[in-house]
């Protein structure tokens, strides 16, 4: 069992920058996939950016509308994945969630974090 822990999440204004966490209850060196997914209210849960882990180089992977603002990073020693978050548009409000696919084929969702973008 993996337990993930998203923390960050807050009210901001447009314009503004979040730097989101999700802390494992396990390492994660060897986990194939780490993931940040949002969901607005009345939308389907959508992919926002990810991690996968190939031998050993990682492939990065960003919505399109989150391009180029966003940037997800992982730290191993610290078993903790990133997301920040630059340039907040009303459109990124939603709860966004932590997801890992770990070596052993294993998915995981963390319980999410609120990201309200308002002036």
């Known amino acids: 069992q993996v337990q993930l822990v998203e923390s960050g999440g807050g009210l901001v204004q447009p314009g503004g920058s979040l730097r989101l966490s999700c802390a494992t209850s396990?390492?994660?060196?060897?986990?194939?996939?780490m993931a940040w997914y949002r969901q607005a209210p009345g939308k389907e849960r959508e992919l926002v950016a990810r991690?996968?882990?190939?031998?050993?180089?990682?492939?990065?992977n960003y919505a399109d509308s989150v391009k180029g603002r966003f940037a997800i990073s992982r730290d191993n020693a610290n078993n903790t994945v990133y997301l920040q978050m630059n340039s907040l548009k009303p459109e990124d409000t939603a709860v966004y969630y932590c997801?890992?696919?770990?070596?052993?084929?294993?998915?995981?969702w963390g319980q999410g974090t609120q990201v309200t973008v308002s002036s």
């Open positions: 997801n890992t696919l770990t070596d052993l084929g294993e998915n995981y």
């Open positions: 396990r390492s994660i060196f060897s986990f194939k996939v």
């Open positions: 991690i996968t882990k190939s031998g050993k180089t990682n492939f990065v």
